[in-house]
């Protein structure tokens, strides 16, 4: 499978990791998720270094599943990462997180996150929010050209 249709999850809490794939499988989003733990563990993904020096990193994912409060390197900052780069800035990113606070909101969207979703703590919620993202993001969203 190509990398343009991989999901990258980055998420440190193996429950709500879980509860993600889960929710991909049950609504028959077939696409490879491939997780990072770590904000440092995606940007090595991303930039094909470290653990994935040998990925062709001319491939991105078709979206990044964002979380906040990551070990190492902290959600913002690889969304500021993302953006900062040449071949990435205009990978759609959603954060996907349990942060409500409003600074978080307002400083995902200004470093030019594509959505902020508030993760439900209710699984049935959660799984809708899920399978609404994946007909977005992976069906109707339409991507820039690979040469943008």
């Known amino acids: 499978m190509s990398a343009g249709h991989v999901i990258l999850l980055v998420e440190d809490n193996s429950?709500?990791?879980e509860l993600t794939?889960?929710?991909?499988?049950?609504?028959?989003?077939a696409n490879e998720v491939v997780v990072a733990r770590d904000g440092a563990a995606a940007l090595d993904?991303?930039?094909?270094r470290g653990a994935h020096a040998g990925r062709d990193q001319a491939e991105l994912p078709q979206i990044v599943l964002l979380d906040l409060n990551l070990p190492k390197v902290g959600g913002l900052d690889v969304l500021r990462a993302i953006r900062s780069n040449e071949?990435?800035?205009?990978?759609?990113?959603?954060?996907?997180?349990s942060s409500k606070e409003d600074q978080d909101l307002l400083e995902g969207y200004e470093l030019g996150a594509n959505s902020y979703i508030v993760k439900p703590v209710d699984f049935t919620q959660f799984a809708e929010a899920v399978r609404q993202l994946g007909i977005y993001w992976l069906v109707l969203n339409q991507h820039p050209p690979a040469s943008a």
């Open 21 to 29: 794939l889960r929710s991909l499988r049950r609504n028959k989003i």
């Open 45 to 48: 993904y991303l930039f094909a």
């Open 87 to 97: 071949r990435t800035k205009l990978l759609p990113v959603v954060i996907l997180t």
């Open 15 to 17: 429950i709500d990791e």
